[in-house]
């Protein structure tokens, strides 16, 4: 069956803008993919338009199915209402989509063994000014069929598109073609769309810090170390940074690290300059040798920190915290504030 698929998808690339040879222009059997102005076939390939949600909550816009055996296609358009943004991959806006959608495909339950095989910016055709779209690719069971599926993001003409494309194992193998001439269908589909002036994206510091209203006079140097130490820590693992700009949630061993580091530097002031009560509290809880389960119960990242270090008494922990800080807040008078997309390696591939 090899290059089956391939074969019956060789009819995607239908061209919709001008001056490019097609075997038929289009016509009445065209899609407007609402609420954006951009037009596909109903008939794609070996694929058949199986229709369209409108969802009540406007901003969602509507998506588009399109299936066949073995293989199946969903394209959102939307706004989120969301007005000027910039076309193209890298927008926070764009980011924050992508992102979203990759967590519904890794936590929303209706998938198993779900794992994520790479993510890369993928040009929409071989054209060195095509199209870009971001694009995380997965394998996963699903009622214990197993398949490989992609996402794709992007913003075109002022909407966000995105797309997802299944196919079951039996016709896995074909997933480059595919994923070559659907992506080209759409570049096609934004190309013939008149040209529009696209808003730039704002100019924006890397990272700053963030202090935090209400500290203590006595505590503000103190938190001022913390973040320069989660500073560092950033630029030695940048893949913790937030990926589309915002709060850097450091991770338990950077988090220990930094409130340690601070922790030193009060213990380091004269007893009379020690005037925090959060450090007071937080340098008993270190004599009690209890700072790195404090670390991980309160300010661990819970995506991403989900396995307890073997030596940490969390139960003891819990038991002595109740007894001697019951009325104990967590604090954190600082955060970093990261202003930057990350982006993702661009595959060569269209």
Known sequence: MKRRLASCLAGLLLTLAGGVALPARLGDNTLKLLPS???L????????????????????????GYGASGISLTIYVYD???RGLTDGPDSAEVCEQFERAKREIEDGGNYQNVVLRREVTRRMTDLAGAPLAREAEYEFDR??????????????????????????????????????????????SFAARPPRASAAPPERPGTSIVIEPGNDAAETGLWFHYVNVLLGAATEKPERLPPCGGTLVPGYSAELTAR??????????????????YFSDLAQIDA??????????????????TTPPAALDLGGFENWLAQ??????VRT???????????????PAP
């Open 41 to 64: 076939l109903q008939n794609i390939g070996p694929m058949r338009f199986t229709g369209q949600n409108r969802y009540s909550d406007r901003r969602l816009g509507r998506s588009f």
């Open 80 to 82: 989120y209402g969301l």
């Open 37 to 39: 102005k951009f037009k």
């Open 260 to 277: 340690r580091s601070a922790l030193h530097e009060f213990l380091a002031r004269d007893a009379a300059e020690r005037g925090s009560g």
């Open 324 to 329: 001697n800080f019951p009325a104990h807040i």
């Open 143 to 188: 009622n214990g069929v197993h398949a490989v599926s992609v996402l794709w993001v992007t913003a075109a003409d002022g909407y966000f598109v995105k797309l997802r494309l299944s196919l079951r194992d039996e016709v896995a193998d074909e997933l480059a073609e595919a994923r070559a001439q659907i992506l080209s269908t759409m570049a096609e």
């Open 288 to 305: 009690a040798g209890f700072l790195e389960e404090y670390v991980w119960h309160f300010l661990r990242d819970t995506r991403l920190d």
């Open 333 to 347: 008078g600082a955060h970093v504030r990261v202003s930057t997309v990350r982006a993702l390696p661009l595959d």
